[in-house]
């Protein structure tokens, strides 16, 4: 057989481009079968800008091939529990001051402008997006996974993936929704796509760049860009961005940052509310009720979807015996990202910080026992849970909202900053976060709130505030963090009627209904003045919380009615 040249590098996979895809027996026999790269799939990477006679492009890899590469090329291990163990470099979070939305006629006047999405002009965008590509041109190797976001194919989008990693290619695999064979050969042109060029830094001297990393969307060309950055959640929460527009704004359907799950007998829909670091996940893998996702769906005019394919786990302190459906989904086909591991055994030690608290496991949701496959449910939700971490140790462990209530709350979404999840974030900070997803929210908080009130309304919900933070004092202080037995029983009296038809007393300054008494809880625990022993000091914290309240909320009184105004702490 004659010598490869440069432009035939021997690769022995499938999933390769045709002019390598012949110098195999492997090939030969699988190219009918696998190699869905040619004709326009190729015409569409040669005018994105990609030199096809020197790119080798891998399509929807699977897991075991990515796992060779990111061995032999990227410094990843293999762990003792079969998942892959890999690491996000400097950047162990997203990086949410670096995040960008192009400024364009198709969507500028929907956007909600500001410090969550800081305005980019299109030429700098296409800087940025040449730059990507000129750096993935150099590489031996490109991954491509296409895949779907939404399981309802009524409000699905199609979405490309292109990256110069094995270790991002294995976790969009996990995160999206995989294609079957039949899907992915008749795919089509996406409808969103994502180069990934993390490796290679932003040139912090072009216009709008305030450092060398830069992560944006451009909604006109349905395109997002990123660069100085290797961390895998920021493709993560790009999807969800472009959802959280696209779902309101295409479909009329409303987008949320929540988990869900559905009862296995009454067949009841609950969604939890929150940011990272509250519980969705761990609160929403629940053996008695079947999950539908962990962080992101759409509350539809006929159901509940997951947009994702899969969930992405905090692993601080994880153990079987307080996770155990999680502890058991990492296994061969998930990624442990920046999780420290013993050099002999390979064994994962989920309790080391060193380097980010903020560890993750990323699955595909059939790595979870009960998870209902496809992630749809036909039914309206009967509860909504929003969950906050409260690091002043103020809130109650539960409260029942009234409908005002909940849609302040939900436009206030307080909660704590906690450490790892995004960069620079070292101990709990309070903060305000709107609708629970502030970092990825792209059109006015008003819009998705309203549309909650009126979905709430029409299908008579109930809301239920909980705070999985401290209690009996504040974070530093003499407080702890509530309990995880203790919020799963609060949980599970929700989903079983127990707290609907509890004995409530109201909690002060918040005005916030709370149960008397639950079978399990301590009664300290369910008042938190009855949980401090310094009651002045509970006092003082209070009314230092609730001020943060109003001045946070001041933003959005004009857009709101005022029995929802009047909701809020009083003072």
């Known amino acids: 057989m004659a010598p490869f040249t440069s432009n035939q590098r021997f690769l022995q996979t499938p999933y390769i481009t045709p002019h390598i895809l012949h110098n195999t027996y492997a090939a030969t026999q699988e190219s009918d079968r696998y190699n869905h790269l040619l004709g326009r799939d190729l015409e569409y990477f040669s005018q994105a800008g990609f030199d096809m006679d020197k790119v080798a492009l891998k399509r929807n890899a699977p897991p075991a091939q990515l796992y060779e590469d990111a061995v032999r090329n990227e410094g990843a291990i293999i762990s003792s529990t079969g998942a892959l163990i890999n690491f996000s470099g400097k950047k162990t979070g997203r990086s949410p001051k670096d995040k960008r939305i192009v400024y364009e006629d198709t969507s500028k006047d929907h956007i909600w402008w500001g410090s969550v999405n800081i305005k980019m002009d299109e030429h700098t965008f296409e800087i940025n997006r040449e730059r990507a590509i000129d750096y993935l041109n150099t590489r031996d190797l490109v991954y491509v996974f296409d895949g779907y976001a939404g399981w309802d194919p009524k409000y699905r989008i199609k979405v490309r993936v292109v990256c110069a990693r094995a270790y991002h290619a294995l976790f ?32 912090r001297f072009t216009k709008g760049m305030t450092s060398t990393t830069s992560v944006e969307i451009n909604f006109k060309r349905m395109e997002m860009v990123i660069l100085g950055t290797e961390y895998a959640g920021e493709m993560k929460k790009g999807i969800f961005s472009v959802m959280h527009y696209l779902q309101p704004v295409k479909f009329g359907q409303l987008s949320l940052h929540s988990s869900a799950n559905v009862g296995i007998e009454k067949g009841d829909v609950t969604l939890f509310f929150g940011l990272s670091g509250t519980g969705k996940t761990t609160l929403s893998a629940d053996p008695h009720r079947q999950l539908i996702g962990d962080d992101e769906h759409v509350w539809s005019d006929t159901g509940v979807f997951n947009i994702e394919g899969g969930c992405y786990a905090k692993c601080i302190n994880l153990s079987p015996q307080k996770e155990p459906e999680i502890y058991a989904a990492i296994r061969f086909g998930s990624i442990l990202e920046n999780v420290v591991y013993d050099p002999i055994s390979r064994s994962p030690d989920y309790n080391d910080v060193s380097i980010t608290e903020n560890t993750r496991c990323a699955y595909p949701i059939e790595f979870i026992p009960n998870a209902k496959i496809p992630c749809v449910a036909d039914q309206q939700p009967s509860n909504i849970i929003m969950l906050t971490c409260d690091a002043y140790g103020v809130l109650p462990p539960v409260s029942r909202l009234t409908p005002e209530q909940a849609s302040y709350h939900f436009l206030a979404g307080y909660t704590s900053k906690t450490p790892g ?31 909650l009130a009126e979905r709430m309304a029409k299908h008579n919900v109930d809301c239920w505030l909980i705070n999985t933070g401290w209690t009996g004092g504040k974070f530093g202080g003499s407080g702890k963090r509530c309990p995880l037995p203790v919020t799963r029983r609060i949980v599970d009296a929700v989903h079983s009627g127990e707290l609907k038809n509890a004995e409530f007393e109201t909690f002060g300054v918040f005005g916030l209904q709370v149960p008397k008494a639950l079978e399990g809880v301590p009664r300290e625990l369910l008042n938190p003045s009855l949980a401090w022993s310094d009651k002045q000091a509970f006092e003082r914290e209070v009314r230092k919380l609730a001020g943060m309240f109003n001045k946070a909320f001041a933003l959005y009184e004009k857009d709101v009615d005022e029995k929802v105004r009047a909701a809020g702490p009083q003072l």
């Open 172 to 203: 969009m695999n996990n995160m999206l929704i995989r294609p079957t064979e039949e899907e992915l050969k008749n795919f089509g042109e996406p409808d969103f796509i994502i180069y990934n060029a993390g490796q290679f830094p932003a040139n």
């Open 421 to 451: 999840t995004e960069d620079g974030v070292l101990e709990p900070i309070p903060t305000f976060s709107t609708c629970y997803s502030a970092p990825f929210i792209v059109l006015h908080p008003g819009r998705y709130a309203s549309m």
